[in-house]
């Protein structure tokens, strides 16, 4: 399956900042998508970016709060702009590799912000 | 994509064989059933993978009954090692299509 670099790993941030969270792919893959994890929960799609267009969002997050870019088949980066501390959570990307072997995820930036 | 639910969370003992089922009623004739394990601080990873009767790998077992209404991921003898969550998702493969994640089952091991 995929490898996948996430980064940072962890990082403190004060409110109102901006952190940007980069996702390199071993491999060309056609989608990417970015999750969010909240404390003790689930994962919860935010977007789905696709190299040469804008990134698909789902309902309840905006292109604002978390912009995405992805200028290549490889790499992915998600923005979390004008941090608030109820956007401390964990960030994870994902790709699909191949149909059998399902979705290969990073290991997650764990954000806190103060 | 098809709805499921699981139990929150299961406790056993290691060495026991655990079984965690999940319910999707409303599977789609195109959707796979699979099945994903979580620790702290780490992102989900892919355990095993079916589309009906039985797969089995060097890791679990997934049980898939005719009407795929349900399904059930086995553990043999789990260890310690294997307290995570386990997350069971539906839908189809090979399109990339976005996962949604239900609750996930907490299993904890203990000696």
């Known amino acids: 399956s995929a490898v996948i670099s996430q980064k940072p790993s962890r990082d403190i941030c004060q409110r109102g900042t901006s952190l940007t969270i980069q996702c390199q792919v071993d491999s060309q893959v056609t989608m990417m998508f970015w999750y969010r994890q909240q404390p003790g929960q689930s994962l919860t799609l935010i977007a789905t970016a696709n190299q040469g267009s804008e990134a ?5 997050f905006v ?3 978390f912009p995405i870019s992805r200028p290549n088949l490889t790499f992915s980066t ?17 790709v699909e590799r191949t149909p059998q072997s399902g979705y ?5 930036t764990r954000l806190t912000v103060v | 994509l098809a709805k499921t639910t699981q139990p929150i969370s299961m406790d056993s003992y290691e060495g026991q064989e655990v079984n965690i089922t999940c319910s999707h009623n409303n599977i789609a004739t195109n959707d796979y059933i699979t099945w994903y394990q979580q620790f702290p601080s780490q992102g989900p990873r892919f355990i095993i993978q079916g589309y009906k009767t039985k797969v089995t790998n060097e890791v679990a077992s997934l049980f898939i009954p ?3 209404k349900s399904s059930t991921l086995s553990l043999p003898r789990v260890s310690l090692s294997d307290t995570a969550v386990y997350y069971c998702l539906v839908g189809p493969t090979g399109t990339a299509s976005k996962l949604t994640f239900g609750t996930g089952t907490r299993l904890q091991v203990t000696l």
Not at chain 1, 78 to 94: A, F
């Open chain 1, 56 to 60: 698909t969002y789902e309902s309840g």
């Open chain 1, 63 to 65: 292109i604002d709060k």
């Open chain 1, 78 to 94: 998600l923005t979390v702009s004008n941090m608030s501390p109820e956007d401390s959570s964990i960030y994870l990307c994902s």
């Open chain 1, 104 to 108: 290969t995820f990073g290991s997650g």
């Open chain 2, 66 to 68: 005719a009407d795929r």
